[in-house]
């Protein structure tokens, strides 16, 4: 599922670059092995590892959790130099471990493969978004990377990346399918693959807004206005889902 996002994105930013006339800075081979791939196939990890471990914990469990980017997105601007740490900043990344930690502790549905899937999804998110910035930010305005460029340089990698992990981890075409059962098969892929579309689409505005954010702020900014998408998840969660959250879990 994740691959065929990527995969619907790549299209997508390639038909409006064409439409458009969009112009693309193209990155020598030394700057798009050491900069560009890495951060591709850190976007891939993020997004397989989220995805993956939704399957083992509840929503919720999993928003909370992912709310630590944050974090390692401030790390990793201090080893990029993008953020220099303060007393302030040092603050909010304490309250925020706390509050993931009484969470964690609080859960009643724990699922400890799950927790780690999630919270290597959010490690990589912090070192993919400050890559992504580090992409899209220049010196020279000349050279800066428009959002819409730099998804056309990521996407085509994090489909690669994510279904290499799939036909190696889920090996989704190992199935053995008789003749009666061919139309059913048929069928249901073409609807999966629907649903997949449509995913795919929000997913790519959703991204493109994110980067256009980058671009005009920082990575820290995207972080913490993520925050209020976070809030909204966990209380559909509850009410959708049926999520049960622990007076510990609601004071984390």
């Known amino acids: 599922m994740s691959a065929v996002h990527s995969g619907i994105h790549s299209i997508i930013s390639r038909i409006l670059i ?25 976007a891939a990890v993020e997004i397989s590892c989220a995805n993956a471990s939704l399957v083992l914990i509840t929503l919720s469990f999993y928003t909370v959790i992912k ?38 502790d609080g859960e009643s549905h724990y699922n400890t493969h799950g927790f780690m899937l999630v919270l290597v999804a959010a490690i990589a998110s912090g070192l993919r978004w400050n890559l992504t910035q580090f ?9 800066q990377q428009s959002p819409l460029a730099t998804m056309y340089h ?24 008789n003749a009666s059962s061919s139309l059913d098969f048929a069928f249901k892929a073409l609807t999966l693959l629907s649903i997949m579309a449509v995913g795919g689409i929000l997913a790519f505005m ?38 049960i959250l622990t007076t510990k879990t609601y004071l984390g």
Request: charged share 15%; proline share 4%; with cysteine.
């Open 135 to 143: 992409l899209m930010k220049k010196k020279d305005k000349q050279q």
């Open 18 to 42: 064409k439409q458009y006339n969009h112009t693309i800075n193209q990155y020598s081979m030394f700057d798009y092995i050491t900069k560009v791939i890495p951060c591709g196939i850190a």
């Open 154 to 177: 990521l996407s085509p990698i994090m489909f690669i990346t994510m279904l290499s992990l799939s036909l190696y981890i889920e090996r989704p075409f190992q199935h053995h399918q």
């Open 206 to 243: 959703m991204t493109l807004s994110e980067l256009y954010l980058i671009k005009g702020t920082s990575t820290v900014t995207l972080s913490v206005a993520g925050i209020s998408k976070e809030i909204l998840v966990i209380t559909l969660s509850v009410f959708i889902y049926g999520d």
């Open 67 to 104: 709310s630590s980017t944050p974090v390692w997105v401030l790390l990793f601007s201090f080893m990029f130099g993008f953020e220099k740490p303060t007393l302030n900043l040092t603050a909010v990344i304490s309250l925020i471990v706390i509050g993931v930690s009484l969470t964690v």
